[in-house]
T-cell receptor
Framework: AQTVTQSQPEMSVQEAETVTLSCTYD???????LFWYKQPPSRQMILVIR??????QNATENRFSVNFQKAAKSFSLKISDSQLGDAAMYFC????????FGAGTRLTVKP | GAVVSQHPSRVICKSGTSVKIECRSL??????MFWYRQFPKQSLMLMAT?????????EQGVEKDKFLINHASLTLSTLTVTSAHPEDSSFYIC???????????????FGSGTRLTVV
């Protein structure tokens, strides 16, 4: 079974600074997708960024980028120029036939 | 973009009664939908995978007789919590899968969730 591990229960960042959230996963598959989702207090799941495992190039979406290391099974999320609105729970997810989530990292942004 | 509507957003029911939660894909056809359960300050735990026109596939440890899933159309899946008990109180979230590109590229859209409280 695939497992997703987020080793940082909580992270804090100063507004305008950069923060990196860690994620590792375990799989025997070679073709899969990885996601980062944001869950604000409303609890609506919001897609932040997606990476296709067969693509070597790291995905980027504006201030959000990933460092995808397939051999190491690592998929970290970097948030640049952090904003107050970035404060939320962040979940890393592995997808093959279904989607499995890590335990989450609560990000606090300090003004 | 793709929208998934989940209703109700909140429900309170008495112990022993049944509650139905609906998940609708509004602007796309979802052959596959997923149901998750989320306890406070915890992650989303996959309960079952729902495929249109066939029986749902339940994760290990999830009681299929308690959590009835029906996916009768390409836009609607329902989760019925039967004979609910206080320990069933939780946040339930659905997700619909939509093919958005070639090579088995899918998009996953989540409903806004249902907070179930059993008293």
């Amino acid at each position: 079974a695939q497992t997703v591990t987020q080793s940082q229960p909580e992270m804090s960042v100063q507004e305008a600074e950069t923060v990196t959230l860690s994620c590792t996963y375990d799989t025997s598959e070679s073709d899969y997708y990885l996601f980062w989702y944001k869950q604000p207090p409303s609890r609506q799941m919001i897609l932040v960024i997606r990476q296709e495992a067969y693509k070597q190039q790291n995905a980027t979406e504006n201030r959000f980028s990933v460092n995808f290391q397939k051999a190491a099974k690592s998929f970290s999320l970097k948030i640049s120029d952090s904003q107050l609105g970035d404060a939320a729970m962040y979940f890393c997810a592995y997808n093959n036939n279904d989607m499995r989530f890590g335990a989450g990292t609560r990000l606090t942004v300090k003004p | 973009g793709a929208v998934v509507s989940q209703h109700p957003s909140r429900v309170i029911c008495k112990s022993g009664t049944s509650v139905k939660i609906e998940c609708r894909s509004l602007d796309f056809q979802a052959t596959t939908m997923f149901w998750y359960r989320q306890f406070p300050k915890q992650s989303l735990m996959l309960m079952a995978t729902s495929n249109e026109g066939s029986k749902a596939t339940y994760e290990q440890g999830v009681e299929k007789d308690k959590f009835l899933i029906n996916h009768a159309s390409l836009t609607l899946s329902t989760l019925t919590v039967t004979s609910a008990h206080p320990e069933d109180s939780s946040f339930y979230i659905c997700s619909a899968r939509d093919r958005i590109g070639p090579r088995r590229v899918y998009g996953y859209t989540f409903g806004s969730g249902t907070r179930l409280t059993v008293v």
